[in-house]
């Protein structure tokens, strides 16, 4: 049964387009939406930043986010949805997947497969307190809206065999030869179940010395090289995250930088 955000946009399965053969392939935890600044007829804020579609690719980077926005009809009566006022409230994890792990590696977007262990949209409970104070049942009958019908994210969905066999078929497609993987949960959910040994990030080592190094691994049969880092949330110190993943990672990128001669 199909799932909606609020306003009516239908919940997308977010996935790589392009599936042709890549050098890198990498994993993350799940996918995000595109966010709108909901304001009343008086111009006032209900909503700083509500999660009103699909994002419109994996690792969205933020781009066409007005466009998007604007193509989403509300009842006049309700008021209007706007970009929000922090432009780092759209894409800021394909940017910080750009910024701060591809270019430090020197690969781009073109050489990559991105995947993500929940390749769809979930409601956060900042989210979901804004839809039971705003989006109420009384306003969904008034203005014969959609329920807002995307589910809260629940970190035992991503223990889902069906779904690690995809993501394994996926990195056999893309026939990459490195696998990077996202912080603790592409670990615990994914690579534990090939390599029981590893469950989170700090088993491959938390210091300067350990972090962001390759290493060989065989998953199906087959050699990689497994390059885990942490999340694109705590490398660009979004919201709570952790510091010192924050901090060894930023080390790892200046270890990454090239050395040009005086």
């Known amino acids: 049964m199909p799932s909606y955000f609020p306003f009516g946009q239908k919940l997308k399965r977010v996935e790589q387009s392009d599936r042709t053969p ?7 935890v799940y996918a995000s939406a595109v966010h709108a600044r909901w304001l009343d007829n008086d111009g006032k804020q209900k909503v700083s930043a509500l999660a009103v579609a699909s994002e419109p690719e994996i690792f969205w980077t933020g781009e066409n986010a007005e466009e998007i926005i604007s193509n989403i009809k509300i009842p006049a009566e309700l008021g209007s ?26 690969i ?3 050489e990559v497969w991105l995947c993500d ?17 705003h989006y109420t ?42 696998l990077i993987l996202l912080g603790d949960l592409p670990i615990k959910w994914f690579l534990k179940f090939h390599i ?5 990030l700090s088993d491959f080592g938390a210091d300067d010395q350990t972090y962001g190094k390759e290493h060989e691994l065989e998953i199906n049969g087959k050699l990689y090289k497994v390059i885990p880092l942490c999340h694109p949330r705590q490398a660009a110190r979004l919201g709570s995250t952790s510091l010192k993943w924050g901090m060894l990672h930023e080390n790892w990128i ?7 001669p005086v």
């Open 22 to 28: 890549k050098k890198v392939f990498v994993l993350g």
């Open 81 to 106: 949805l706007k970009v929000p006022k922090d432009p780092k409230l759209n894409g800021p994890s394909g940017r910080a997947l750009d910024e701060k792990f591809l270019t430090p590696l020197g």
């Open 108 to 110: 781009t977007r073109d």
């Open 117 to 133: 262990l929940l390749p769809e949209s979930r409601v956060n409970l900042a989210q979901r307190r804004a839809l039971s104070k």
């Open 137 to 178: 049942q009384e306003v969904i009958q008034e203005f014969g809206l959609k329920p807002a019908s995307i589910r809260d994210f629940d970190k035992k969905e991503l223990n889902s065999g069906k779904r690690r066999k995809e993501i394994l078929e996926e990195i056999e497609l893309s026939k990459a030869e490195t």
């Open 196 to 200: 029981p040994k590893y469950s989170k």
């Open 254 to 260: 200046n270890s990454k930088q090239l050395i040009l």
